[in-house]
């Protein structure tokens, strides 16, 4: 069982709705949260803050259509980005996705972390190659958050993971479900190491 994380949270505050980069917080650090659509990330946000309906959890991929601010103990920002690569969200729509969150990467100065939440089952998309080395090109650090890992068997998460370290040998990575809040423990941990640094 996960250590009790809950002890760090001591007030969430949904903060700001951001369209365009004028709209962009850069006061405080910040920790962003990126991946496809639909690869639990909401779930994953309620479990980090410990809240239940706290992110909307929606049952069609490519929901949120814009980026989220939410203030952690008045100290740092948890930045919850649109998800990328759903295929039913037309091509405009798509490039008016993918210019914000291009427009948040390079603007935002705070920026300390970015969780790249990938769903254990899908392994590594090209969508994901393509954020991976953006972000490598802009040097801005990047833990790999794999997520649903509850719905795998272990023999089935052990050879996903093998798959993954072949491929990318030296990258930090958590293993969670946010469902079963199993590794938001060592998620705060990495967090709280990037917001010292």
């Known amino acids: ?54 992110a909307r959890v929606s049952s069609k991929p490519g929901y949120t259509k814009s980026i989220n601010f939410i203030l952690i103990n008045n100290s740092f920002y948890l930045v919850d980005l649109p998800g990328f690569g759903y295929a039913k969200t037309s091509k405009k729509l798509r490039q008016i996705w993918d210019k914000i969150i291009t427009d948040y990467f390079n603007y935002s100065k705070n920026l300390k972390c970015v969780l790249h939440l990938i769903d254990i ?32 068997s272990k023999n089935e998460l052990n050879n996903n993971l093998k798959i993954f370290k072949n491929k990318f040998p030296n990258f930090q990575y958590v293993l969670t479900s946010g469902l079963k809040k199993i590794g938001i423990y060592e998620l705060w941990e990495k967090i709280l190491d990037y917001l010292k640094k």
């Open 121 to 152: 089952r899908r392994i590594i998309t090209e969508k994901d190659l393509e954020l991976i080395n953006f972000l490598d090109y802009l040097r801005i650090p990047e833990i790999i958050v794999f997520t649903k890992i509850d719905k795998l």
């Open 1 to 54: 069982m996960d250590k009790d994380y809950t002890r760090l949270i001591k007030e969430v505050k949904f903060l700001k709705t951001a369209y365009r980069k004028a709209d962009f917080l850069d006061d405080l650090p910040q920790i962003a949260l990126a991946g496809r659509s639909n690869c639990g990330k909401s779930t994953l946000i309620n479990a980090i803050i410990n809240r239940k309906n706290f």
